[in-house]
């Protein structure tokens, strides 16, 4: 039959899980107060760009397994067990804005008049738990007794619904046993380890697994910089450590560095909370540097290249934060373009999904329907994004449509031996 589930927020955490959940026999009721999008998804639209994603929403609708609304208070009273997904985004010192996570767990406490399991699924400090099992304390006139949940989700955006249905692990940080039937029910017929904890270790493991997968790409991104400065090659280093069992290779690859909706607001987080708690995390101010440093570097061999930025047309491969998603925030494309814009080059751009994206946050860019014809021209192309499109391209013809052929590869997509053949100036990242 299923658990009667209620997801609040349909974001891509609360959407995605929502889906996955039907699509594994739960009955759910997907919340959110944009009635727009409440509206567009009842519709059968989608609002975002995630493989898979439409198809699973739309067969678990049809068959009457996942429905949608704008009330949390219809969720709540048709569900044994209520996930709270809304955002929890960045102020300006880096700490983050618990305002929806509190506002939510309040209506959920005038929502409920019978005993239910509140889990939160998104990414919080360490000991919100306790801060909304109290708030709902606080809330419910009538006392009725819950239980928080904390159970962190570690999709990444691109391959969501993958991450969802085959995940690595399930991490369920519990106060007492009572929950844990339950919980271990809906994630049963996901197969994957399930890890039972207090809720505080619980909500720690996500800052830790986002932070430690940061290092590993800003130690990559430093690596690189040592790479060139001594011409050793960074791919073949990092294959070497990777066939280490204790290090792997996911995760070390070198390029612009991470950008996205998680990690860099994750760090900031972290490093926050640490301070928070009397110990400062100096070892995550390091990584953000790096990854910080990492555009400058890729900037400074543009220069090196172009010599002169000004009145030259550019054409950039890629505009979203990584491949398989439309997602443009953080992306390490809005950093590059704008740099070069001031200094008066002329911008076209292509991306394969993040073009409408990409309008609302750039100006003065050329956007074109394909590779070639962005590349028209162009006195040196970037590459920003590894889409695989990208590594389908014609490079003959290609080159032929530029106007000098000049590429500089921000993810180390190409072989650099064929673009040598190919006849062109082609600069990478550590190699
Ligand atoms: C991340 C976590 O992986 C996920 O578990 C968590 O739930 C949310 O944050 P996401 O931000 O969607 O997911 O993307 P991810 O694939 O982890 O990539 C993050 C950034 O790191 C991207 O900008 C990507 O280009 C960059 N990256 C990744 C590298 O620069 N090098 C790498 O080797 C891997």
């Known amino acids: 039959m299923g658990a009667h589930i209620c997801i609040i927020g349909t974001g891509y955490v609360g959407l995605v899980t929502g ?19 409440v509206a567009f998804l009842q519709r059968g639209g989608i609002p975002i760009y995630e493989p898979g994603l439409d198809e699973i929403v739309h067969r678990n609708v049809t068959e009457g397994r996942l429905r949608f609304s704008g009330q949390i208070a219809d969720g709540v009273r048709e569900s044994e067990v209520i996930f709270i997904a809304v955002p929890t985004p960045p102020r300006p010192d880096g700490s ?46 009538d006392k009725i007794e819950v239980d928080v949940v904390s159970s962190p ?37 996901f197969h994957a380890p399930i890890i039972v904890t207090d809720i505080n270790s619980a909500e720690m493991i996500k800052h830790a697994c986002n932070s430690f997968l940061a290092l590993k790409i800003s130690y990559a991104n430093a690596l690189s910089a040592i790479c060139e400065a001594s011409g050793a090659n960074v791919e073949d280093v990092v294959h070497g450590m990777g066939l280490d069992k204790r290090i792997g290779r996911a995760f070390l690859n070198a390029g612009l560095g991470y950008g996205g909706s998680c990690f860099p607001k994750d760090i900031s987080a972290f490093i926050q909370i640490a301070h928070e708690l009397g ?17 400058q570097r890729f900037l400074k061999k543009v220069h090196d290249t172009l010599w002169i930025v000004k009145d ?25 373009i ?78 650099p031996a064929k673009m040598k053949e190919l006849g062109f100036a082609y600069k990478s990242v550590g190699r």
């Open 19 to 37: 889906a996955c959940f039907a699509e594994v026999g739960h009955r759910v009721i997907c919340v959110d107060n944009d009635l727009n999008k």
């Open 96 to 141: 983050v804005d618990m305002s929806y996570v509190e506002k939510v767990a309040r209506e959920i406490a005038t929502s409920i008049t019978e005993y239910k399991i509140i889990v939160d699924k998104s990414t919080v400090p360490v000991k919100t738990g306790e801060r909304v099992a109290e708030t709902i304390r606080r809330y419910n006139k």
């Open 153 to 189: 989700e570690f999709l990444r955006e691109g391959c969501a619904v993958q991450d969802l249905m085959q995940p690595d692990r399930i991490v369920i940080g519990v106060a007492s046993q009572r929950p844990v039937a339950k919980m271990k029910e809906i994630y049963e017929p």
């Open 279 to 295: 110990c400062e995390f100096d070892l995550l101010k390091e990584v953000q540097r790096i990854n910080a440093e990492q555009i």
């Open 312 to 336: 030259k047309t550019i054409s950039i491969l890629g505009l979203a934060f990584k491949p398989n998603t439309d997602d443009m925030r953080l992306a390490p494309s809005l950093e590059i």
């Open 338 to 415: 704008h740099s070069l814009q001031q200094e008066g080059a002329r911008i076209k751009a292509y991306d394969p999904k993040a073009m409408d994206k990409a309008k609302e946050l750039l100006t003065g860019v050329e956007f074109c329907p394909d590779p070639y014809t962005t590349s028209v021209g162009a006195d040196a192309l970037i590459l920003c994004t590894e889409w695989d499109e990208f590594r389908q391209l014609d490079l003959e013809k290609l080159r032929s449509v530029m106007a000098q052929p000049i590429v500089l590869d921000g993810r180390n997509l190409f072989d």
